[in-house]
């Protein structure tokens, strides 16, 4: 049996190819919010990934989402944006850009090392208490006693 290529379909002229829904779609607005949720709740500190967001916010695959989101959350939000990075604990920004600098000034201002591009993500990442109970049953610590 033979494999047949996909069959490609033409955008209409002029759409941009944008894999997220429009930001008036209701589920993209509740996505949103879990996403908010998530960063809210990350310890000064402390970083997560974006793939790491989008897992706790429930979002299969959401690490793109993560970025679409914090990107167009308004300044009322009072988001800790800088508290998320990329795999590998990479400031996503370029070097060189003034959000690479407003993003390493708050993490250092909160303690964060920064080297280079780079956070430890051993020593800064930040765990739910569900995932710290999984992966070091050692070192949780029931918050109710």
């Known amino acids: 049996m033979t494999r047949r290529a996909p069959i490609a379909v033409a955008a209409p002229a002029g759409a ?3 894999p997220v829904k429009p930001a008036g779609n209701p589920d993209v ?3 949103k919010q879990r996403v908010y949720e998530v960063v809210r709740r990350i310890p ?3 970083v997560a990934t974006y793939g790491h967001v ?3 916010a429930g979002l299969v695959r959401g690490a793109r989402f993560v970025g ?3 990107k167009h959350s308004d300044d009322q939000q009072a988001l800790p944006w800088h508290r998320v990075i990329a795999a590998g604990g990479r400031i996503a920004f370029p070097l060189d850009s003034p959000s690479y600098g407003r993003q390493k000034a708050n993490l250092e201002s909160e303690g964060v090392i ?3 591009q780079r956070v ?3 020593r800064y990442g930040w765990q739910s208490s569900l995932d ?3 992966w070091d049953p050692a070192g949780w610590e029931p918050t109710n006693r």
């Open 132 to 134: 710290a109970m999984l």
């Open 68 to 70: 679409f989101a914090l």
């Open 16 to 18: 941009k190819s944008n």
């Open 120 to 122: 430890d993500l051993r």
């Open 114 to 116: 920064v080297q280079g």
């Open 44 to 46: 000064a500190g402390q």
């Open 29 to 31: 607005a509740l996505r």
């Open 54 to 56: 989008a897992h706790a």
